[in-house]
């Protein structure tokens, strides 16, 4: 199972290659195929950690929980700038972390980023710094981000 994972990277940068040049001659195939070997190889070297993710079916879970946020966040940041013109609190969130592989963390600080109305600013001594739009009741957000996201994230990566 090993040998099929590395080739993946490299099969999909040559899948894109072919469709971003909308050509399938032998002179594009081999210089993405060139390419693909090579940025696959290239970027497998400037990673040294490796992830070692498991239980990859609950990521699927977590994808439709973090789809749904954002569409309900867009619609609260629209309904909060355009709609109703009142005052919002903008404020940190200081949130304590469990969560210590770092690939989990991106992928947390990916989906706080995504979702609209909230910026993950630091994150020092296991206190993520997240920066929310409209910070009505900071328990509710530390509550939201450790069970919908963290918990779940946990289970994958460590």
């Known amino acids: 199972m090993r040998r099929w994972y590395k080739l993946l990277l490299p099969a999909a940068l040559l899948v894109l290659w072919l469709l971003l040049n909308e050509s399938l001659s032998a002179g594009q195939i081999a210089l993405g195929l060139a390419l693909a070997l090579w940025l696959g ?3 497998s070297r400037l990673r040294p950690l490796r992830g070692r993710p498991h239980k990859l079916w609950l990521l699927l879970g977590l994808s439709r929980r973090v789809a749904i946020d954002i569409i309900r966040s867009n619609i ?5 700038i355009i709609a109703y013109r009142r005052e919002y609190t903008p404020g940190f969130v200081h949130i ?3 969560l210590h592989d770092p690939h989990g963390r991106a992928l947390l600080g990916c989906i706080l980023t995504y979702t609209p109305g909230t910026v993950w600013v630091d994150v020092s001594n296991n206190i993520l710094t997240l920066h929310v739009l409209d910070l009505e009741n900071e328990a509710a957000w530390v509550e939201l981000v450790k069970q919908r996201y963290e918990r779940t994230l946990i289970e994958v990566f460590q």
Not at 76 to 80: C, I, R
Request: proline share 9%.
């Open 96 to 98: 304590p972390l469990d």
């Open 41 to 43: 190889f290239a970027s």
């Open 76 to 80: 609260a940041v629209a309904k909060l």
